[in-house]
């Protein structure tokens, strides 16, 4: 599998139409989320795609730093929901559907969501999407990190846990036109249609990662599946289940 190719990608979504409307693009930069927040500032429209193939400045869920090397997609969109901010949270859960539907697409197996953000192939992270809202100025910003060939020299607390495209798409496959159809797939689920922000729940819970039990915001069970506000439904014991709206997934074994 070669590489990405940044300005091809470009040339693949212009081809393919759809809602994304612009694609600023950097060799290296701090932070997509931060480039797409002040173009969101300065009047850009939902559609408006930052993409780079490393940032030094990345992070992840609750400020945590990311990890972005080269050798990866990192990007972010401007969305401008019509609907509520209390309904944005569910951006996440939708992008995560919507490129775990398009990884597989591309040939890739064993592909799951771990709730609320991550994706996984083969039990390990291929990707994280994070969503932060701006609901003062009017916007959200959906970020994208995806493993596309990793530097095998990883750092330790990474390297066990992380994998990468190039391990698990077929050897014809090209990385470029898959990372042009994730972010596509992406932009058409998450920008605003006729319907608004809608969450299919049976197909969000397809892809849950169910392998193991695991615990969140204090509760343990199975996960069972996806609501149509983007809740973790998990089993606990006793034959109930319980809705989880945030928090933190681990597994039940390490606690």
């Not at 591309?106 to 999407?129: F, H, M, Q, Y």
């Not at 496959?173 to 992406?186: K, P, R, S, Y």
Request: a negative charge.
């Amino acid at each position: 599998m070669e590489a990405l190719d940044l300005g091809r990608l470009c040339t693949c979504l212009a081809e393919a139409g759809g809602r994304i409307q612009r694609i600023v693009v950097f060799g290296t930069v701090g932070s997509t989320q931060d480039e797409a927040a002040s173009l969101a500032r300065a009047g850009a429209p939902a559609g408006t795609l930052v993409v780079a193939a490393a940032q030094t400045a990345g992070r992840g869920r609750v400020g945590r730093s990311w990890h972005s090397p080269s050798g990866g997609m990192y990007a972010s969109l401007v969305l401008r929901p019509a609907e509520p901010p209390s309904r944005w949270p569910v951006l996440a859960v939708m992008a995560g559907t919507a490129l775990a539907e398009a990884l597989s697409g591309s040939g890739v197996l064993a592909v799951t969501v771990k709730w609320p953000n991550d994706v996984l192939v083969g039990g390990r992270k291929v990707a994280g999407l994070l969503a932060e809202s701006h609901a003062e100025d009017g916007f959200a910003v959906l970020g994208l990190g995806l493993n596309v060939l990793l530097d095998r020299d990883l750092p330790p607390g990474i390297r066990d846990i992380a994998t990468d495209l190039g391990s698990h798409v077929p050897a014809t496959a090209d990385a470029t036109e898959v990372c042009a159809g994730a972010l596509a797939a992406i932009a058409a689920a998450c920008i605003d249609g006729s319907t608004g922000l809608v969450l299919d729940p049976l197909r969000a819970s397809r892809w849950l990662d169910r392998s193991r039990e695991v615990a969140v915001a204090g509760v343990r069970g199975w996960p069972a599946g996806i609501t149509a506000e983007g809740e973790l439904v998990l089993d606990v014991p006793g034959g109930t289940s319980v809705r989880i709206s945030m928090g933190e997934v681990s597994d039940a074994r390490g606690d």
